[in-house]
């Protein structure tokens, strides 16, 4: 099992955005209006974004970069790191 820095965070992440989707249904069972709906849904979407940033932020640092021996290699894999780290921010 991969366990990284961020694990217990991202969990909590996860656990908060299953409690808000669980909010969102009950939205739609109580007639909501859409507009709210659709609100809470990119709000939802938002936060998986992060979560999933995280995650990639962590499996880069520790199953890729602890991984690489070769310090040329880790330069470029810094490089790379950067311009998605870049892209991950895009909206």
Same mark, same amino acid.
């Given at each position: 099992? /991969?366990?990284?820095?961020?694990?217990?965070?991202?969990?909590? *992440? &996860?656990? *908060?955005? =299953?409690?808000? #989707?669980?909010?969102?249904?009950?939205?739609?069972?109580?007639?909501?209006? %859409?507009?709210? #709906? +659709?609100?809470? &849904?990119?709000? #939802?979407?938002?936060? +998986? /974004?992060?979560?999933?940033?995280? +995650?990639?932020?962590?499996? !880069?640092?520790? %199953? #890729? +970069?602890?991984?690489?021996?070769?310090?040329?290699? =880790?330069? =470029? &894999?810094?490089?790379?790191?950067?311009?998605?780290?870049? !892209?991950?921010?895009?909206?």
């Amino acid at each position: 099992m /991969n366990t990284h820095e961020h694990n217990d965070d991202v969990i909590r *992440r &996860l656990s *908060r955005i =299953e409690g808000h #989707v669980r909010g969102i249904k009950k939205m739609l069972e109580d007639g909501q209006s %859409c507009d709210q #709906v +659709l609100l809470q &849904l990119s709000a #939802v979407r938002a936060a +998986l /974004n992060k979560a999933t940033k995280i +995650l990639l932020e962590d499996h !880069f640092d520790n %199953c #890729v +970069l602890n991984k690489n021996k070769d310090k040329a290699l =880790e330069k =470029e &894999l810094m490089e790379f790191r950067k311009t998605f780290d870049g !892209f991950l921010s895009l909206k």
